[in-house]
């Protein structure tokens, strides 16, 4: 890794130093909750600010195209995704394994972000441009869709499902909570058969997760231990359906014991295939992916992510309070 220049950017510029100082923002309206559009907007004066090339799209292929050409050209700098874990899912999907990216987290769920530290201040995002530190990640692929954090199978995938089918708009943590109803009143809980690595075969199940990342809604430690740079996806399946045994999990999982439950499963594979007899939906980093049979495949080193160093996030965050409105490498 090289050391971080001493001068700042926007004068080594000056001076006629070539380096690489295209920045693509791709911007999703609809992800997160209020008008960001201020936000996004100063982040990019922040980064015109510094000398660099900044084009800004709300349209995510658009902002994909633009970033690739870069790219290959070898003008880009970094590709800056701003929304919720499903947005940068979306982008990172659309972009090749190797271009950096840097995620500026203003979605309802930020799970990815919270597992690398990343804050939401724009300070923050700007010093990930300038000299961020590379953090490769694995991926996995469901179905050939691509997913960063985890990708689960059931009760949860059903309340998902029922969100988006009713989303106007923005959507808010509490919006989960009627379609969270209509799932515990009329989810059947089918049987999940997964198989791993083309010959492990799980007890039969009513819930399955696969974790990439360590991350889960309110920080449920289901897996605590994956590594996303591992090369594998971990699995964790949960034998009993219907609403108690559902909650009696969840109890176990914050208490850190559900592991020692017979009717957890646990496993860590490179391929997972899982199948019901019945109609069974999936969700892919909090938006609805489709319906079983699911076929998933871990991508090694698939995402080439630029963060800033965790002291320096503390110190623009102090920065980012008192509203400066200039950052130096």
């Not at 050209?73 to 800056?80: D, I, N, P, Y």
């Not at 995620?103 to 441009?129: C, F, K, M, W, Y």
């Not at 969840?250 to 997972?272: D, G, P, V």
């Not at 939906?281 to 160093?309: F, H, T």
């Amino acid at each position: 890794m090289t050391r971080p220049p001493t001068m700042p950017l926007a004068e080594r510029i000056a001076l006629g130093e070539t380096e690489p100082r295209g920045v693509v923002i791709g911007f999703n309206p609809g992800s997160g909750s209020g008008d960001r559009r201020a936000k996004v907007q100063r982040l990019a004066d922040l980064l015109a600010d510094q000398g660099l090339d900044v084009q800004l799209s709300t349209e995510i292929r658009q902002a994909a195209d633009w970033a690739i050409s870069g790219h290959q050209a070898g003008s880009l700098r970094a590709f800056v995704a701003v929304g919720g874990d499903g947005t940068v899912r979306t982008m990172a999907e659309l972009l090749p394994a190797g271009l950096p990216i840097v995620v500026h987290p203003l979605g309802t769920e930020n799970l990815l972000a919270r597992h690398l530290g990343i804050d939401r201040s724009e300070t923050s995002v700007v010093q990930s441009v300038l000299r961020g530190e590379e953090h490769w990640l694995d991926a996995g692929q469901a179905n050939g869709q691509l997913f960063l954090v985890m990708a689960s199978c059931g009760f949860d995938a059903d309340v998902v499902h029922r969100t988006h089918s009713r989303r106007k708009g923005h959507i808010q943590r509490w919006d989960y909570l009627l379609p969270a109803l209509e799932s515990i009143w009329n989810y059947p809980y089918a049987p999940l058969h997964v198989s791993c690595d083309n010959r492990e075969q799980l007890r039969p199940a009513r819930w399955a997760f696969v974790f990439n990342v360590p991350r889960y809604a309110m920080n449920m430690p289901i897996v605590p231990d994956a590594d996303p740079a591992d090369g594998l996806l971990d699995v964790c399946t949960f034998r009993r359906g219907s609403l108690l045994p559902g909650l009696a999990y969840i109890a176990t999982i914050f208490l850190r014991r559900h592991r020692a439950w017979t009717t957890t499963q646990l496993a860590r594979a490179a391929k997972i295939l899982i199948e019901s007899p019945e109609p069974v939906p999936y969700q892919l980093d909090g938006d609805p992916g489709g319906w079983l049979p699911l076929r998933i495949e871990a991508l090694p080193r698939r995402v080439r992510l630029l963060v800033v160093p965790k002291p320096l996030a503390g110190k623009n965050a102090q920065l980012a309070r008192r509203d400066k409105c200039s950052v130096n490498t």
